[in-house]
C-alpha cells in the first residue's frame, strides 16, 4: 500500500529505517512525497506510534501539508503534533521542561515588534539616543551575544539567582527578557539544547521517546538546528535528513549546508528524477549549478517531454525589459494562458518598480507574492507624501502621514488638539497648524522647521525638478538619515530605485516645465491606485528567496546583471562561498519553471555604483546550444562580463597564483609591517600579525617585504 506512486529510489528512501539516511533530493522529485509515505510505512508495517516518530519541516505550511497528507495513510487515527517546525518542537519541549531554568510553563515569546519595543526599554534605562543606535542594532548585538556562547548567556543571565546589575544595554535586554519570561525566537533553540544538554533526565525521556527523527530542507539548518537534531537521535541512532545543497539558500543567516554535504550517513539516495520541468529547462539547471564545488553531484533528469526552449532576452534599458516581459504576458493570456500562469523572480525586491509600472499599464493584474507593492511600501509612501503636502497643503491624509516622521514629538494628544481646531476653523490640518504654529502647544522647535520646509519646497516646487526637489526634502526633514540608520538597507535600495524612476521620467520630458512635481504626481497616480485587490487571477512577482517550494508554468528571471545578480556584495563579504550561494540562488529560481522559462538583463548603470552594466556570469554558464538568444547583444558586453569578474577577483586578492608562507614579512599601508600566520584558501586571504594584533586581509593591500 505505501509502496504505491513511489518510484525505485522514492521506495529505498521510505524502507531505508534504520541508522543514518541522507537523501539527496534534487528539485521537483517528489521528496514531500517521499516523507509522507516513510512517516505512514514506519507507523503501519513497522508498528511504531505516531508519538513516538519526529518530523521536522521548516514552516508552518510545509508542517500542515505534510500532516494531512500522512493523515491519509496512517491506520492509527489522528495524526500527532510531533510533525512540525523545529521552533514548534522546541517550544513542546520547552513547556514541559523550561522550570528547570526557573521559567513558568505560560512564557511569553516575542514576536519582531515586541522584541524591538523591549530592546527600546533597554535603551531608555541607559540613556541611550535610539537616532544615533537603533534598537535593530542592539537585537544584532544580542544575538551575537547568543549566538556565540549560548550555554554561557543562559547559565549567567536566565537562570534563578542570575545578577540584575549589568553594565551593558545587551545584557540588561536578556535581564528584562527573563524578568517577563520571555522568549526570542534564538532562546527558544539554544535553551531547549541546553536542558538536553544539561540535564540527563530530560533528555533521557525525549531521546527514549523520539524512535525516529525526520528532518526535512535540511540544508537550511544551522549549526545550532545540527547540534539539537544529532541529540534527539542519539539514543536510538535513527535519523533520517532530506534535501538539496544545491538549493542552500539561506546561509547568509547562519545555515549549514556543508553539513549535509559532509553527512555521515549508513544509507545514502539520490533522487534524480523531476517530475516539474521539461528537458530543456532542467538542462539548463545542470548546466548553472555545475560550477559549483561544495554539492554533491547529481544530474537532475526529467520525465516530460519538451515544450519550448527557454530564451535569453537582452534589452536596451530597465523598461524595456520590464514592457517585454509585461508583453509576453499578456500575449499568453490572449493565447488562453491565465495571468496566474506567469511568475516574474528577481534578486532583490526594489527590482519590481518598472515591471509593476509595465504590467499596471496594459492592465495585468498581479500580486506581489511574500511582500508589498512598491508604492505600498512605507519609505516610498513617506516619500510621496512630502511631495503630496507639497503640491497641495490641504492633503491631510498624506500631512498625517509624515508629521510625525521622522519623530517630532507630535504625538497623538497634540495631533488631536490641531484636529479639533481645525475642524473649529474649517480648514485643513496644515494650513490651521501653519496659522497656529506660535501657540505653546504646537510651537516646537521640529515641528517649526517642519512648516519651514514644506513653504519653502512649495516655493521652489514650480520650478524644481522631482528629483532634486525629493532630495532636497529628505535631507532636510530627516528621512534620509533616517533610512541610513536604521540597518535595513533594503529600504536605500528602494528609494535609490524611486529617485532612478524620477530621473528617467525627467528625461522623457522634452518640455522642462512638464519634469515638475505636479506632472510627476499625476504620472504615479495610476501606480497608487489598489483595483486591483479584486482580482484573483493574478501574475505574481516574487524574490527568488520567496519562490524557495514554489512553481509555475511559467517563469521569467529578471534582473540578470552582473553586480546585482550574482550580488557582489555578497561576494565581497564572504568570497567564495557567497558565489555559490549566488548560484545556487539562480539554480533555485530556474527550476521553479514547469513549461517556460525566459531569462533577462538589460543595458544601462548599475544602482550603486554607476558602473556600466553587463550580463550576468549565470548566462555565459549556460551551454549556448540550450538556450535560444533574443535581443542581439553585442559580443563586447560579455567580455565586460569577463573583465567585471577579473577586477572583483583581483581587488578580492584572486588574481594572485602563488600563496605566501607563513613566516613570509609583508607590509601595509596604514597598519605597518607584519608576519603572515596562516592562509584560508576558501576566502583567499592571509591570517597577518601587526604587533599585537592579528587580521585577516586580502593579498592585494599585502607586499612582501
Known amino acids: 500500500m505505501t509502496k504505491v506512486s513511489l518510484n525505485e529510489k522514492q521506495s529505498m528512501a521510505m524502507e531505508a529505517t534504520e541508522g543514518r539516511v541522507r537523501v539527496v533530493a534534487g528539485a521537483g522529485s517528489g521528496k514531500t512525497r517521499v516523507l509522507a509515505h ?3 510505512f514506519i507507523v503501519n508495517e513497522l508498528g511504531i506510534a505516531p508519538g513516538n516518530v519526529l518530523c521536522l519541516t521548516f514552516t508552518n505550511k510545509a508542517a500542515q501539508e505534510m500532516k494531512h497528507r500522512i493523515a ?21 519541549l520547552l513547556r514541559r521542561e523550561i522550570y528547570r531554568i526557573g521559567y513558568p510553563k505560560n512564557f511569553i515569546i516575542l514576536d ?114 545540527w547540534k539539537l537534531i544529532e541529540i534527539l537521535a542519539s539514543h536510538h541512532g535513527n535519523l533520517f535528513v532530506v534535501g538539496d545543497p544545491d538549493q542552500a539558500i539561506y546561509e547568509w543567516r547562519g545555515a549549514s549546508p556543508k553539513t549535509f554535504v ?63 516581459i509585461a508583453s509576453t504576458i499578456e500575449k499568453g493570456v490572449i493565447a488562453g494562458a491565465r495571468f496566474s500562469d506567469f511568475a516574474v523572480l528577481y534578486r532583490s525586491s526594489f527590482m519590481s518598480l518598472r515591471l509593476e509600472q509595465a504590467l499596471l499599464k496594459r ?26 503636502l507639497t503640491a497641495n497643503e490641504h492633503d491631510d491624509m498624506a500631512f498625517t502621514r509624515i508629521i510625525n516622521v521622522p519623530s517630532r514629538k507630535f504625538g497623538s494628544v497634540t495631533y488631536g488638539k490641531l484636529k479639533k481646531l481645525a475642524e473649529a476653523e474649517a480648514d485643513s490640518l496644515y494650513p490651521t497648524l501653519r496659522r497656529h504654529i506660535g501657540d505653546p502647544a504646537f510651537g516646537k522647535k521640529p515641528v517649526r522647521d517642519f512648516i519651514d520646509l514644506i513653504e519653502e519646497a512649495k516655493s521652489i516646487a514650480p520650478g524644481t525638478k522631482v528629483s532634486d526637489l525629493t532630495d532636497r526634502l529628505m535631507k532636510r526633514s530627516g528621512l534620509d538619515t533616517m533610512y541610513r540608520t536604521d540597518e535595513e538597507e533594503e529600504r536605500l535600495e528602494n528609494v535609490s530605485q524611486l529617485v532612478n524612476s524620477m530621473l528617467e521620467f525627467e528625461n522623457k520630458r522634452f518640455d522642462e516645465d512638464e519634469a515638475d512635481l505636479f506632472h510627476y504626481l499625476h504620472e504615479i497616480a495610476l501606480f497608487t491606485n489598489s483595483d486591483h485587490e479584486k482580482e484573483k487571477d493574478k501574475t505574481r512577482l516574487m524574490t527568488i528567496h520567496q519562490s524557495k517550494g514554489l512553481e509555475f508554468p511559467n517563469v521569467f528571471i529578471m534582473g540578470l546583471t552582473e553586480g546585482s545578480f550574482p550580488n557582489h556584495r555578497s561576494i565581497r563579504e564572504r568570497r567564495s562561498d557567497g ?55 553585442d559580443p563586447s558586453l560579455l567580455e565586460g562580463t569577463k573583465n567585471m569578474m577579473r577586477r572583483l577577483n583581483e581587488e578580492l586578492g584572486g588574481g594572485d597564483e602563488s600563496v605566501m608562507t607563513t613566516g613570509t614579512k609583508v607590509s601595509h599601508r596604514v597598519f605597518g609591517e607584519g608576519v603572515v600566520e596562516g592562509y584560508d584558501p576558501v576566502s583567499k586571504s592571509y591570517r597577518v600579525r601587526f604587533r ?8 592585494s593591500v599585502l607586499k612582501p617585504v
Open 112 to 225: 519582531e515588534t515586541d522584541a524591538k519595543d523591549l530592546a527600546k526599554t533597554a535603551m531608555q534605562e541607559f540613556g541611550i539616543d535610539r537616532k544615533k543606535n537603533t534598537a535593530e542594532r542592539l537585537l544584532k548585538n544580542v544575538a551575537a551575544l547568543k549566538g556565540y556562547d549560548p550555554d554561557g548567556y543562559i547559565a549567567r543571565y536566565l537562570m534563578p539567582g542570575a545578577d540584575e546589575n549589568s553594565p551593558e544595554v545587551k545584557i540588561r535586554y536578556i535581564q528584562l527578557q527573563r524578568k517577563q519570561f520571555a522568549l526570542d525566537y534564538d532562546d527558544i533553540i539554544y535553551i531547549a539544547t541546553y536542558i538536553l544538554t544539561h540535564f540527563a533526565d530530560a533528555r533521557k525521556y525525549w531521546c527514549e521517546k523520539l524512535n525516529y527523527v525526520m528532518v526535512d530542507e535540511v540544508q537550511d539548518c544551522s549549526g545550532d538546528d
Open 692 to 699: 599585537e594584533k592579528v587580521r585577516q586581509m586580502i593579498p
Open 38 to 40: 516513510r512517516f505512514a
Open 262 to 324: 559532509n553527512f555521515k550517513a549508513d544509507t545514502d539516495i539520490i533522487l534524480d528524477v523531476n517530475y516539474r520541468s521539461t528537458p530543456d529547462i532542467l538542462a539548463v539547471a545542470n548546466s548553472i549549478i555545475s560550477h559549483n564545488r561544495n554539492r554533491v553531484r547529481k544530474e537532475l533528469t526529467a520525465v516530460r517531454l519538451n515544450e519550448r526552449i527557454p530564451e535569453w532576452n537582452h534589452y536596451k534599458s530597465e523598461t524595456e525589459e520590464a514592457e517585454g
Open 579 to 633: 558565489e555559490e550561494e549566488e548560484r545556487r540562488l539562480m539554480y533555485v529560481a530556474v527550476t521553479r519553471a514547469k513549461d517556460m522559462l525566459r531569462l533577462s538583463d538589460s543595458e544601462g548603470y548599475l544602482n550603486d555604483t554607476g558602473a556600466l552594466k553587463y550580463p550576468s556570469r549565470f548566462i555565459s554558464e549556460i551551454e549556448p546550444s540550450l538556450i535560444k538568444t533574443v535581443g542581439n547583444p
Open 363 to 388: 492592465k495585468i493584474p498581479y500580486t506581489v507574492w511574500g511582500g508589498v507593492r512598491f508604492f505600498e511600501r512605507k519609505e516610498i509612501k513617506d516619500i510621496i507624501c512630502y511631495l503630496r
Open 72 to 92: 491519509s495513510m496512517v491506520d492509527r487515527g489522528d495524526v500527532n503534533d510531533l510533525i512540525c517546525t523545529i521552533h514548534s518542537f522546541c517550544v513542546k
